[in-house]
T-cell receptor, first 115, second 112 residues
């Protein structure tokens, strides 16, 4: 089945530790995205990538880093510099490049809790 | 700046009754509009989208939405709500370069 997978579903981290969230898609989509969701705030864009080996900061990139070495993978690292990392993280992908509107499809999410 | 407003944080509807969820957007150019649904602890599922053409669009699960340019609105409707429709609903607008701006969501509760 085609789709987007995120792992793990739940993740616990101690303060001061970096942690990496996985996102894989087999939809052959060019673009991938990371969003953060907090109660009552909707979704906010962290980073996005329109093509392999290229990515751009979104609205709330501070304290996060990404890489895009393969078309199907877009891991997100939450660093110790992120002040309030506890949140629900959603990965998405879409099939078109910049400047052409297309639909974003979402993975099931990872809930990160900092202890 | 582009923005999306969903004025209702919570809505409670009786099972079998009709539903309308409101969405207003602020965007200078032609908007590309989306409605997504999210069950607790899950990802977002696309319900429907408007890019151009007929302003009344049909989606999955019996939902429809109407784009009204004069009112900057894209309200979601369903004629008869089922208990399984209880979820959170998000309206979003594409601002170009694939960036989506989301509203803060409306949580739908369905009473028996």
């Amino acid at each position: 089945d085609g789709g987007i997978t995120q792992s793990p579903k739940y993740l616990f981290r101690k303060e001061g530790q970096n942690v990496t969230l996985s996102c894989e898609q087999n939809l052959n989509h060019d673009a991938m995205y990371w969003y953060r969701q907090d109660p009552g705030q909707g979704l906010r864009l962290i980073y996005y990538s329109q093509i392999v080996n290229d990515f751009q900061k979104g609205d709330i990139a501070e304290g996060y880093s990404v890489s895009r070495e393969k078309k199907e993978s877009f891991p997100l690292t939450v660093t110790s510099a992120q002040k309030n990392p506890t949140a629900f993280y959603l990965c998405a992908s879409s099939s078109r490049l910049a400047g052409v509107v297309d639909t974003q499809y979402f993975g099931p999410g990872t809930r990160l809790t900092v202890l | 700046a582009q923005s999306v407003t969903q004025p209702d944080i919570h809505i409670t509807v009786s099972e079998g009754a009709s539903l309308e969820l409101r969405c207003n957007y602020s965007y200078g150019a032609t908007p590309y509009l989306f409605w997504y649904v999210q069950s607790p602890g899950q990802g977002l599922q696309l319900l429907l989208k408007y890019f151009s053409g007929d302003t009344l669009v049909q989606g999955i699960k019996g939902f429809e939405a109407e784009f009204k340019r004069s009112q900057s609105s894209f309200n979601l409707r369903k004629p008869s709500v089922h208990w399984s429709d209880a979820a959170e609903y998000f309206c979003a607008v594409n601002t170009g370069f694939q960036k989506l701006v989301f509203g803060t969501g409306t949580r739908l509760l369905v009473s028996p």
